[in-house]
């Protein structure tokens, strides 16, 4: 089965504070995705990668960014954390691009901006 | 740009009874639409992939259809029980690498 996990379930930060978000993958799949899940909103793409060291924008960057050195890793990077970034972030990862992958999710992590 | 809408409204249904979602959409032709289910805290679960030449699909007591001239998918639980209470999620193509999410339905199922 594969398997997606995220370095924390729950995470409080200050308005200021770096913030990391880690995700790891252990079924060697091309792509990865970060989501923010937020009620009545759906799930946002932020950010994804389709190869190691590559990452492309999704709906709304704004306020992050990515890191991919690994095959199996891909981090999300608050700069300076708002109070608006509190939310439910979910990794998710896919085999190849194409139309019918689906997509494998992480439990997600909670984090909350005060 | 792509919209997805889901019934808006929280599903709540007696167990052994059918529930029916609803997914539509606008402003695309995917290529295929998924579904998902979300528990309370947890990330989504991939349930079914339908094909746009595929009407109908079936996954033990889980049905999809995909109608691309009404734009429209229908997700139904048959014989419903207290476990499949959680939210369900459609999903289709936005384009290469992408899926688009609605916000979806929470189905409660009462004992």
């Known amino acids: 089965d594969v398997k997606v996990t995220q370095s924390s379930r729950y995470l409080v930060k200050r308005t200021g504070e770096k913030v990391f978000l880690e995700c790891v993958q252990d079924?060697?799949?091309?792509?990865m995705f970060w989501y923010r899940q937020d009620p009545g909103l759906g799930l946002r793409l932020i950010y994804f990668?389709?190869?190691?060291?590559?990452?492309e924008k999704g709906d709304i960057p704004e306020g992050y960014s990515v890191s991919r050195e690994k095959k199996e890793r891909f981090s999300l990077i608050l700069e300076s954390a708002s109070t608006n970034q509190t939310s439910m972030y979910l990794c998710?990862?896919?085999?190849?691009?194409?139309?019918?992958?689906?997509?494998?999710f992480g439990p997600g992590t909670r984090l909350t901006v005060l | 740009s792509q919209k997805i809408e889901q019934n808006s409204e929280a599903l709540n249904i007696q167990e052994g009874k059918t529930a029916t979602l609803t997914c539509n959409y606008t402003?695309?032709?995917?290529?295929?639409l998924q579904w998902y289910r979300q528990d309370p805290g947890r990330g989504p679960v991939f349930l079914l992939l339908?094909?746009?030449?595929?009407k109908e699909k079936r996954k033990e007591r889980l049905k999809v259809t995909f109608d691309t001239t009404l734009k429209q998918s229908l997700f139904h639980i048959t014989a419903s029980q207290p476990a499949d209470s959680a939210t369900y999620l459609c999903?289709?193509?936005?384009?290469?690498?992408?899926?688009?999410f609605g916000a979806g339905t929470t189905v409660t199922v009462r004992a």
């Open positions: 998710a990862s896919s085999q190849t691009s194409g139309l019918t992958d689906t997509q494998y």
């Open positions: 999903a289709l193509d936005a384009n290469d690498y992408k899926l688009s």
């Open positions: 402003n695309y032709s995917p290529a295929y």
């Open positions: 339908i094909r746009e030449n595929e």
């Open positions: 990668s389709y190869d190691v060291k590559m990452k």
């Open positions: 079924m060697d799949h091309e792509n």
